[in-house]
C-alpha cells in the first residue's frame, strides 16, 4: 500500500512570502503529525491532528499553521517566510493518535528553501 | 518538560565490533521510548521501541528508569547499519514526539 505522500517535495520561496504543504497519510490513517528537521534544531514537532482537530501543537509562532481535510489528508501553511523557515518538513501518520501503540510512519519531506 | 539527549552527534566503529548509541531522557512520568533510523537517501523509520522488548536488525535496547536512558546496542556491527540514529519520547499526555538530536553512526569495513 502506498506509504505517506507528501508535495511539493522541493520548493523554493522569497522572504515574505506563504507556502502551503501537503501530506496524504497511509489509507486508515487518521492521525498526521508534522516536523520541521534543521541541521541546527533537528526534528521539532509543528502540530498534530487526529480526525479534523488540532491535538497538540509546538513551540512556533503563529506563522506556523495546518489543518486536516475529512479525508485525513493535511496541510500545513507558513505565512510572511523568514529565511530561518529553511528546512525539510516532514509529515508523518499513525493509525490513530501518537502514543506508544500507535506507530509513526514519516513522508520523504518537503524541503523548503527560503531565500 | 520532556527532553531527550543523544551526547554522540559522530560514532564510528569497525564491522564486527560492538556498538552502543546513547540516549538519556527527562520526563516526570512514564514514557514510551523509541529508536528511528534514517539510512541514506531514505525515509524515517522506526527500528525499535521499548513497549515492543523486541530485536529488529540485532539491534535491542532497554529501558532503565533508574539512569533515565535507553541505549541501542548491537553486539557486531554491520557495514549496512551506517546510518543517523534518533532516539524519541512520547509522554503520558501522547500527542507529541521528542526527538534527540541524532547519532551518526559510520560503520568501517
Known amino acids: 500500500k502506498a506509504g505517506v505522500t507528501q508535495t511539493p517535495r522541493y520548493l523554493i520561496k522569497t522572504r515574505g512570502q506563504q507556502v502551503t504543504l501537503s501530506c496524504s497519510p497511509i489509507s486508515g490513517h487518521r492521525s498526521v503529525s508534522w516536523y520541521q528537521q534543521t541541521p541546527g534544531q533537528g526534528l521539532q514537532f509543528l502540530f498534530e491532528?487526529?480526525?479534523?482537530?488540532?491535538?497538540n501543537k509546538g513551540n512556533f509562532p503563529g506563522r506556523f499553521s495546518g489543518r486536516q481535510f475529512s479525508n485525513s489528508r493535511s496541510e500545513m501553511n507558513v505565512s510572511t517566510l523568514e529565511l530561518g523557515d529553511s528546512a525539510l518538513y516532514l509529515c508523518?501518520?499513525?493509525?490513530?493518535?501518537?502514543?506508544?501503540?500507535?506507530?509513526?510512519?514519516f513522508g520523504a519531506g518537503s524541503r523548503l528553501t527560503v531565500l | 518538560a520532556q527532553r531527550v539527549t543523544q551526547p554522540e552527534k559522530l560514532l564510528s566503529v569497525f564491522k564486527g565490533a560492538p556498538v552502543e548509541l546513547k540516549c538519556n531522557y527527562s520526563y516526570s512520568g512514564s514514557p514510551e521510548l523509541f529508536w528511528y533510523v534514517q539510512y541514506s537517501r531514505q525515509r524515517l523509520q522506526l527500528l525499535l521501541r521499548h513497549i515492543s522488548r523486541e530485536s529488529i536488525k540485532g539491534f535491542t535496547a532497554d529501558l532503565n528508569k533508574g539512569e533515565t536512558s535507553f541505549h541501542l546496542k548491537k553486539p557486531f556491527a554491520q557495514e549496512e547499519d551506517s546510518a543517523m540514529y534518533y532516539c524519541?519520547?512520547?509522554?503520558?499526555?501522547?500527542?507529541?514526539?521528542?526527538f534527540g538530536e541524532g547519532t551518526q553512526l559510520t560503520v568501517n569495513p
Open positions: 508523518a501518520s499513525s493509525l490513530g493518535p501518537i502514543s506508544g501503540a500507535n506507530v509513526l510512519t
Open positions: 491532528y487526529f480526525s479534523e482537530t488540532q491535538r
Open positions: 524519541a519520547l512520547i509522554g503520558t499526555s501522547g500527542s507529541r514526539l521528542t
